[in-house]
T-cell receptor, first 119, second 113 residues
Framework: DTGVSQDPRHKITKRGQNVTFRCDPISEHNRLYWYRQTLGQGPEFLTYFQNEAQLEKSRLLSDRFSAERPKGSFSTLEIQRTEQGDSAMYLC?????????????????FGEGSRLTVL | GNSVTQMEGPVTLSEEAFLTINCTYTATGYPSLFWYVQYPGEGLQLLLKATKADDKGSNKGFEATYRKETTSFHLEKGSVQVSDSAVYFCALSRGSTLGRLYFGRGTQLTVWP
């Protein structure tokens, strides 16, 4: 299967620790997105990359959060000094945007998510 | 700003019943509209989409029509099945932020045999 994969699927950590999540997108996709989803809510946009460039960051992405996509393939999302409010499902998605952009029609393919619990 | 409001769930139906899940949106300009579905234990997946006013998206017996005058994109299915049990998310994308989606809170649908 060549879908979006995320690792780890579950992470339990103590407050103040650092955690890192990895996302491997579909191989030919040039865009990669991170979303966060808390219980009973829809996913909220965090950031996205086109190839290795990080093009947009949400105000939800505080200074404790950093995302990278060093070679335009996989991406990591690191949370430093975790807080209980960081407990959520972190979703990764990828899409392919052709050379000539078109309005908002690129389908996003989501991974199953990485669930973070901060104790 | 950009936002999506979905009817609150959970929604519980018997098999073969008619389904409507309401979705309204707020956005400047002309967004694209989507319904995503999340089956138990799986990732979100696109169910259908519409990119301009009066377009109808359809897939797997589900339909939704982009209504600019009422800023709505209600999801409908004439006869639901047990396998349709899932969480349904309405979402919009602005043309200037291609691929960035604004999601509603989701509606849990349970279909009983």
């Amino acid at each position: 299967d060549t879908g979006v994969s995320q690792d780890p699927r579950h992470k339990i950590t103590k407050r103040g620790q650092n955690v890192t999540f990895r996302c491997d997108p579909i191989s030919e996709h040039n865009r990669l997105y991170w979303y966060r989803q808390t219980l009973g809510q829809g996913p909220e946009f965090l950031t996205y990359f086109q190839n290795e460039a990080q093009l947009e960051k949400s105000r939800l992405l505080s200074d404790r959060f950093s995302a990278e996509r060093p070679k335009g393939s996989f991406s990591t999302l690191e949370i430093q000094r975790t807080e209980q409010g960081d407990s959520a499902m972190y979703l990764c998605a990828s899409s392919f945007l052709p050379g000539q952009a078109f309005r908002g029609t690129g389908e996003l393919f989501f991974g199953e998510g990485s669930r973070l619990t901060v104790l | 700003g950009n936002s999506v409001t979905q009817m609150e769930g959970p929604v519980t139906l018997s098999e073969e019943a008619f389904l409507t899940i309401n979705c309204t949106y707020t956005a400047t300009g002309y967004p694209s509209l989507f319904w995503y579905v999340q089956y138990p234990g799986e990732g979100l997946q696109l169910l259908l989409k519409a990119t301009k006013a009066d377009d109808k998206g359809s897939n797997k017996g589900f339909e939704a029509t982009y209504r600019k005058e009422t800023t709505s994109f209600h999801l409908e299915k004439g006869s639901v099945q047990v396998s349709d049990s899932a969480v349904y998310f309405c979402a919009l994308s602005r043309g200037s932020t291609l691929g960035r989606l604004y999601f509603g809170r989701g509606t849990q649908l349970t279909v009983w045999p």
